[in-house]
């Protein structure tokens, strides 16, 4: 299974919109693109693979795996890029501003059951990240 991230890039964030098959499933939020700085850029546009991870903070969510010199890149929900994101992606219902969206544990969830259908089905998962 492969999702795309279709991004568009702001001085003060980034925003996105994510596709399966070619079909929108939600927006997406990050910080702005930072020469790859750890915890102050999102990542580098190219493909990566996704795997799910569960913690104590997000609970279940996925990480993206493979970031050129970066580690815990994580899809986890968040509304506000540059108070509650270091880099990962949070998907969103709606964009309420540049680096800012409305609903993402409901964006989350629907992004997850989604993964998790093809994890169950031991497919890859990977997301394909593109301007």
Do not use: D, W
Not at 64 to 74: M, N, P
Request: net charge positive.
């Amino acid at each position: 299974m492969e999702l795309v991230l279709q991004r568009s890039y702001h001085k003060e964030g980034t925003n996105g919109a994510l596709f399966l098959n070619n079909k929108f499933l939600c927006f997406t939020i990050e910080l702005t693109l930072f020469a790859n700085r750890r915890s102050e850029s999102c990542i580098p546009e190219y493909t990566y693979e996704l795997v799910a991870r569960q913690s104590k903070k997000f609970g279940n969510h996925l990480l993206v795996k493979g970031v050129f010199k970066r580690s815990l890149i994580l899809i986890h929900p968040a509304n506000y890029a540059k108070e509650e994101l270091r880099g990962c992606i949070a998907p969103v219902s709606q964009l309420t501003g540049v680096g800012r969206g409305s609903n993402s544990r409901q964006a989350m969830q629907k992004v997850l059951s989604l993964c998790h259908q093809a994890f169950e089905r031991k497919e890859q998962v990977l997301l394909t990240i593109k301007s």
